[in-house]
């Protein structure tokens, strides 16, 4: 059974803030089944970054069509959202300097106490000033991911629909998250691959503009074999290794394998963007 059950009470009956929500609850349940796989601590750093920022583009959206609609109330809804915010990205912070310094479960409970409270009191109080307000509807709808998550970086002539990328990740909690938010950031032609020979024969079968890697996997090779077997099949696609351990560029070095970046887990939302735009011919 999930985590964290998706009722029909929680429904607002406004499409867009009952789909981010979903997504919300679909990512406290990857993280709690990441908690209890026997993976990467990494992984679940990954999925609590997604966590922080789809809540940030998604409290964008909400305050966005708060303004529209003229809610009288949307100082104190904002103060709420910039609160839960505040204590999301110190808890993020924390997990990256110290991942087993902090109890999961109880990580979960928070989030997933809070989010639920705030739904049933203060999303509800929303809903009759939403409900078939279009201009309010199409405000939000108005707020970019890829832009809200990379301000002042300069990423906003990136064309991130014409990208494709393969992802090879044996984790399936974070291989779901980051086709989420590879699709939220604008990506439309996303494979995912949970092992090596099932990369291998998805890029030897299709151009993908960049193949991202994880270099630890259990079971089927690792990133290093992906990419000396891709390599040695011809496939010369930009490779971006995602670990969680720096040394191990070292090794692939030696070896001399043509790696265009590390990228070091958990990688935020706007790292991966940046990493992408860098590493995708214009
Ligand atoms: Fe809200
Ligand atoms: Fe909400």
Same mark, same amino acid.
């Given at each position: ?30 993280? /709690? ?5 026997? %993976? ?11 966590? *922080? ?12 069509? +708060? ?9 104190? /809804? ?5 609160? @839960? ?18 109890? #999961? ?13 705030? #739904? ?56 779901? *998250?980051?086709?989420?938010? @590879? +699709? ?7 494979? &995912? ?5 099932? %990369?291998?024969? @998805? ?31 011809? &496939?010369? &696609?930009? &490779? ?35 990493? #992408? ?6």
């Amino acid at each position: 059974m999930a985590y964290v059950q998706w009722s029909s009470r929680f429904e607002l009956g406004v499409p867009f803030i009952d789909a981010d929500h979903k997504v919300l609850v679909g990512l406290l349940n990857r993280m /709690h089944d990441a908690s209890r796989a026997s %993976g990467d601590l990494t992984d679940l750093g990954g999925i609590l970054s997604a966590l *922080v920022d789809y809540t940030r583009y998604h409290f964008a959206r909400e305050e966005r069509a +708060q303004e529209s609609a003229g809610y009288p109330d949307i100082d104190e /809804h904002r103060e709420q959202h910039a609160r @839960l915010s505040i204590e999301a990205r110190r808890l993020f912070e924390a997990y990256r300097r110290d991942p087993g310094g902090i109890d #999961i479960g109880d990580l979960l409970d928070f989030l997933s106490d809070w989010l639920m409270d705030h #739904i049933l009191l203060h999303d509800m109080a929303i809903k009759p000033y939403l409900l078939a307000n279009l201009e309010a509807v199409t405000a939000a709808e108005g707020v970019d991911f890829a832009t809200l998550m990379n301000d002042g970086n300069n990423l906003e002539l990136v064309a991130w629909g014409n990208i494709s990328v393969l992802a090879i990740e044996d984790s399936r909690p974070f291989a779901h *998250v980051l086709k989420a938010i @590879l +699709q939220v950031i604008g990506i439309k032609e996303i494979a &995912v691959a949970e092992n090596t020979e099932e %990369g291998l024969r @998805l890029a030897q079968d299709q151009h993908y503009d960049l193949i991202l890697a994880d270099w630890r996997m259990e079971g089927g090779g690792d990133g290093l074999d992906f990419v000396h077997q891709a390599r040695a099949k011809g &496939v010369t &696609v930009p &490779v971006v290794m995602l670990t969680g351990y720096v040394d191990e560029s070292l090794e692939a070095a030696r070896e001399g394998l043509a790696i265009s970046e590390w990228l070091q887990k958990p990688v935020t939302s706007a790292e991966l963007m940046a990493c #992408i735009a860098r590493n995708v011919a214009a």
